[in-house]
Structure formats: structure tokens, C-alpha cells
């Protein structure tokens, strides 16, 4: 976990990949972001809050698993795929000006920047992903937010966004 810009509650850094099986070669990228809602869930009875960290006795809402239909279909066609949480950044966005789109870049963005070590010489990735073919996709406050990685990347960035897919931002 990592503070996020000005929000005062570090941010985790979690996701799910989805990788294809047998595919040769260096595979694009695909992250995907999802949208704002609640974070946190209590098992038992399975009420929901806005909290973060989640409080005890409830637990994160794993919406970054939502995508999983999605990851399979894509993986099955040759794309790696990642789908990142972002709860930490819906319990924490609602006072930002920008509405957390600033933090969800960022958030991305050190997500591809942890992929760049993986994908390097003799890392677990090597030779298994193409990160100069990213493509970003991101449902609501996340289709913002990987719109707004597109406009913040760095040119020397070693991760290159071939494009966006911003659903019902």
C-alpha cells in the first residue's frame, strides 16, 4: 500500500490477472479499472459502507474481480489482462476536486510501472508481455481515470497506452 496523492489512507495495490494459456511470444496489455462504489461489505449480513481501511468485522469489496467474464474472453485471444482494485481511492475520492481522477491515474500508473520490472530481463513476465501495446479499460469513475493515464503518461515511460476504452465515464 502507498498513500495516493493527498489522500490520507494509503491505497492498496492489488488485482487479478488473467493471462492466456498456451500463447507464444509477447502478449498485449489490457488493465482495467473499476468504477466508484461502495468498499467495504460485512459477510455475515453482506451490508455495504464507504470506509477505508475497512473497519473490523467487514472486509473489501472485490470489485476487481467484476471483470473476470471479460479477462477470460480476452485471454482467450491472446491478451494479458489486469484488473485492478480501487477502493481505497472510492472511500477517499469524494472531497478531491478532480473527483479521484488524478489518483486513479496514478494508481494505474504504478501499476504499469510494477508491470515494466516484471516484463524485464529475467523478471516472472519476460518475454510474456508487450507493454508498448497497453490498452486501458475503465467502467464510470474509471473510464476517467484511464482516460487521464493516456493524458499523464510520460513519454520515456517504459509502457506505451495504445488505447483507451472509457465505458460510461
Request: net charge neutral; charged share 20%.
Given at each position: 500500500?502507498?498513500?495516493?496523492?493527498?489522500?490520507?489512507e494509503p491505497?492498496?495495490?492489488?488485482?487479478?490477472?488473467?493471462?492466456?494459456?498456451?500463447?507464444?511470444?509477447?502478449?498485449?496489455?489490457?488493465?482495467?479499472?473499476?468504477?466508484?462504489?461502495?468498499?467495504?461489505?460485512?459477510p455475515?449480513?453482506?451490508?455495504?459502507?464507504?470506509?477505508?481501511?475497512?473497519?473490523?468485522?467487514?472486509?473489501a469489496?472485490?470489485?476487481?474481480?467484476?471483470?473476470?467474464?471479460?479477462?477470460?474472453h480476452?485471454?482467450?485471444?491472446?491478451?494479458?489482462?489486469?484488473?485492478?482494485?480501487?477502493?481505497?481511492?472510492?472511500?477517499q475520492?469524494?472531497?478531491?476536486?478532480?473527483g479521484?481522477?488524478?489518483?486513479?491515474?496514478?494508481?494505474?500508473?504504478?501499476?504499469?510501472?510494477?508491470w515494466?520490472?516484471?516484463?524485464?530481463?529475467?523478471?516472472?513476465?519476460?518475454?510474456?508481455?508487450d507493454?508498448?501495446?497497453?490498452?486501458?479499460?475503465?467502467?464510470?469513475?474509471?473510464?476517467?481515470?484511464?482516460?487521464?493515464?493516456?493524458?499523464?503518461?510520460?513519454?520515456?515511460?517504459?509502457?506505451?497506452?495504445?488505447?483507451?476504452?472509457?465505458?460510461?465515464?
Amino acid at each position: 500500500s502507498r498513500t495516493v496523492l493527498d489522500l490520507p489512507e494509503p491505497v492498496e495495490m492489488l488485482a487479478q490477472v488473467v493471462a492466456p494459456v498456451d500463447a507464444a511470444g509477447a502478449r498485449p496489455l489490457v488493465v482495467l479499472l473499476h468504477g466508484r462504489h461502495e468498499t467495504c461489505y460485512r459477510p455475515e449480513t453482506g451490508r455495504l459502507s464507504v470506509a477505508w481501511p475497512c473497519p473490523d468485522g467487514t472486509e473489501a469489496v472485490p470489485s476487481h474481480r467484476g471483470f473476470t467474464y471479460l479477462q477470460r474472453h480476452l485471454a482467450s485471444r491472446g491478451f494479458v489482462t489486469v484488473s485492478i482494485s480501487a477502493n481505497g481511492i472510492n472511500a477517499q475520492d469524494i472531497p478531491t476536486e478532480d473527483g479521484g481522477t488524478a489518483a486513479r491515474s496514478v494508481l494505474v500508473r504504478r501499476h504499469l510501472n510494477l508491470w515494466s520490472q516484471w516484463a524485464a530481463p529475467g523478471g516472472p513476465w519476460e518475454g510474456r508481455v508487450d507493454l508498448q501495446k497497453v490498452l486501458l479499460i475503465g467502467h464510470s469513475r474509471g473510464g476517467e481515470g484511464v482516460q487521464r493515464v493516456a493524458i499523464d503518461a510520460n513519454a520515456s515511460a517504459p509502457w506505451r497506452v495504445a488505447g483507451t476504452v472509457a465505458l460510461a465515464p
